[in-house]
């Protein structure tokens, strides 16, 4: 077994680990982290492929932006976990025969003969140590699957009008303030000129009595 | 041709749709600004995807994308279908608090991941057509944001969506890895020259695909979400789910079935065929328990489905054909059940708030309130049975031809006995509108161009019905 694959299985266990204890944990902060060591380990994973771009971005845009995002929506929500967590007893023996039963019957498949080494396409080749994953990802993505990049744009733009339609609501008793309005305001706007005839005389007047 | 006048219809409607949403902004609540844009778009790529009816079949942006006989007559009756149900919504969506602009977006987004799905030559963009449609329709169904029901409805059609798009996914990672290739072409080579023997990875990745098309068809046991979803979403959305996209997974079913795996028919061939007899005795048994139109009509959906696929199931290019002409017939004679619900869903209840015409005694007496409501649905039901001279007849016996010449006469039987117990629920609807004392009495009144789409949509029903060769010869051009 050479080292690549031991760091391999260490990875995945790793991931697995962390996947299920994302689904397990009771507190939400924790979860969220367990999340954040599951990406981590995927893209260590990533590394060993040679794809160091998808590694990269992996921990920038997952780690980095959503998780961080996500972490502040969940300290910020106090979430109440137990209801959430109801039904995990009840239904746990049907999920388990199901998923043991699924486990069994693809392992009884792929460990016979038929997914042999043979029946697959050769492995991509290894590639020269100054060999650039980001540059031939670009070619690939830019050029290859253009029509798909443009279809996943759209998808895009749709989940965008989706969330808008769905959560945007007007309320006609909102205030706006209208900032144009305020720098345009005259003096004559805001300030009334009275004249009080009698200023003096209320002034002067005793005020101990009457309080 | 040039890449960009082969993908002409998508590039243009994609372009339109985004015009149309930012017009969607500028325009008042009630106007139909925003209507007359979408249909207007619509109209252009049905001339668009016309002029390609008689191009050569050809294939571009490296594999991706590409038209045939079949894409393009299937992108035409789509794009007719769609026209049909933004039609029959616009009156529907003034007065009640769903998002118009919104919901024409949506559907055309929706629309053009249809047509991609129809075109795909490549498994990368069968999945993102599949997607670009499916994420439209959960975002349509939840747009009644107050009401509850179509809240739940659109949970559980994005949890079981997402839940099939991962089977579909899974398995087509597995025949990506059994082959190494995404083009469809390159995975059909690839499982020819491996052999049945060879062949076992690709198997099981075929598993899963057929699990993921099985849901998103809705054939039994993967119809779960059909009545749930067309009873909480808005009648309008029901109608959109339960015509065109069904169009468009039936081309996906032939893209990833018989254009790449043609060499595993004999182990596809069984499933769809356990598929096709429990949608049929499924579909057909439980819609006659059901008090809700929109619920009968999911069930009515789901043993077509096994209709559908009973044409596929022998394998043979008849009977491609036949499945293509179930579905696009399929497609109207439903559109022209829902737009007369539509166009019964007028004026408001006691408490004031929208009347909807969900349950069938909703439907008693139709033929003394309005005439040609009665007479259009009274075609899209005899026609759905199966009744001679509609369009359903005409279906449903070339589907059972092609099933029989295949050697699965069983499978007919099943089909035909079934079809006898669904005739029950589709006549005692008819019986409701002619022969029932109204509980409401008032006159049904419709916008003109509706009534006018209504009447053209049933004397289509009987037309095509008796001169089927119109739509057939196109069928039959596209699996020659």
């Known amino acids: 077994m050479s080292l690549e694959i031991i760091v391999f299985y260490l990875f995945a266990a790793i991931v697995v680990f962390s996947a299920f204890r994302v689904i397990t944990v009771n507190n939400p902060v924790f979860a969220a982290l367990f999340l954040v060591l599951t990406f981590f380990t995927c893209s260590a994973i990533w590394m060993l492929l040679e794809a160091e771009f998808l590694a990269i971005t992996l921990v920038l845009v997952y780690v980095g932006a959503v998780m961080v995002l996500f972490l502040f929506v969940v300290m910020m929500l106090d979430v109440n976990v137990v209801p959430l967590k109801e039904g995990f007893v009840k239904y746990l023996p049907v999920g388990l025969f199901v998923g043991v039963v699924m486990l069994i019957e693809m392992v009884f498949l792929i460990t016979q003969r038929y997914f042999r080494d043979a029946d697959f396409p050769p492995p991509p080749r290894m590639t020269d140590a100054d060999f650039s994953n980001t540059e031939m990802l670009g070619r690939v993505l830019y050029r290859d699957y253009l029509f798909q990049f443009e279809i996943a744009a759209i998808i895009l733009l749709v989940a965008i009008v989706a969330a808008i339609a769905l959560t945007m609501r007007r309320r006609p008793d909102t205030k706006y303030q209208r900032p144009a309005q305020q720098i345009d305001i005259q003096r004559a706007d805001r300030i009334r000129m009275v004249t009080t005839p009698n200023a003096s005389a209320d002034t002067a007047r005793p005020e101990g009595g009457q309080s | ?480």
């Open chain 2, 1 to 480: 041709m040039d890449s960009l006048s082969i993908a002409a219809p998508e590039v243009f409607l994609l372009t339109a749709t985004c015009i149309v949403l930012v017009a969607s902004l500028f325009t008042k609540a009630n106007s139909h600004t925003v209507y007359w844009l979408s249909q207007a778009s619509l109209v252009v790529t049905l001339l668009f995807a016309f002029g390609q009816t008689r191009a050569e079949p050809v294939v571009a942006y490296v594999g991706a994308y590409g038209i045939d006989n079949m894409s393009s007559t299937l992108k035409v009756w789509l794009i007719v279908v769609a026209i049909g149900v933004l039609l029959y919504s616009r009156d529907y969506l003034t007065g009640r608090r769903i998002a118009r602009g919104e919901y024409f977006v949506l559907a055309l987004f929706a629309i053009s991941g249809m047509m991609i799905m129809v075109s795909s030559k490549h498994l990368l963009s069968v999945y993102l057509g599949l997607e670009l449609l499916a994420l439209s329709q959960y975002a349509m169904v939840a747009l009644a944001r107050d009401d509850a029901d179509a809240s739940e409805a659109a949970m559980k059609y994005f949890v079981l969506g997402a839940l099939a798009s991962g089977m579909l996914l899974y398995g087509m990672s597995m025949v990506y890895g059994a082959t190494g290739s995404l083009e469809l072409s390159g995975i059909r080579d690839a499982v020819v020259v491996g052999g049945a023997e060879g062949s076992v990875p690709a198997r099981f990745g075929l598993t899963f695909l057929i699990v993921g098309i099985a849901f998103k068809l809705g054939a039994v046991p993967f119809h779960m979400w059909v009545p749930d979803v067309y009873e909480g979403a808005p009648t309008p959305v029901a109608m959109f789910i339960a015509t065109a996209p069904k169009i468009a997974a039936f081309a996906m079913l032939i893209r990833l079935l018989v254009d790449a795996l043609p060499a595993l028919n004999s182990d596809w061939q069984a499933m769809l065929a356990i598929l096709a007899a429990l949608s049929v005795v499924v579909g057909n048994l439980v819609a006659i328990a059901q008090t809700n139109i929109k619920r009968m009509l999911a069930y009515s959906t789901i043993s077509n489905v096994g209709f559908l696929l009973l044409g596929i199931v022998g394998a043979t290019p008849e009977g491609y054909s036949a499945a293509m002409f179930y579905a696009i017939t399929y497609a109207f004679t439903t559109l022209a059940a829902f737009g007369v619900l539509l166009a019964l869903s007028r004026g408001t209840r006691e408490d004031g708030s929208p009347f909807d015409a969900v349950m069938l005694d909703d439907l008693a007496g139709l033929a003394r309130r309005n005439g040609l409501l009665a007479a259009v649905m009274m075609l899209a039901m005899i026609s759905l049975a199966g009744v001679p001279p509609m369009v359903g007849f005409y279906a449903k016996l070339a589907v059972l031809r092609a099933v029989v010449d295949a050697g699965y006469t069983w499978l007919a039987l099943i089909a035909v006995a079934m079809s006898v117990a669904g005739a029950f629920y589709y006549l005692r609807v008819i019986k409701l509108m002619y022969f029932d004392e109204p509980v409401v009495t008032t006159e049904i009144d419709t916008a003109g161009d509706v009534s006018a789409g209504l009447a053209i949509n049933g004397l289509a029903v009987v037309v095509l019905g008796i001169f089927p060769s119109f739509i057939m010869a196109a069928c039959l051009a596209a699996f020659a």
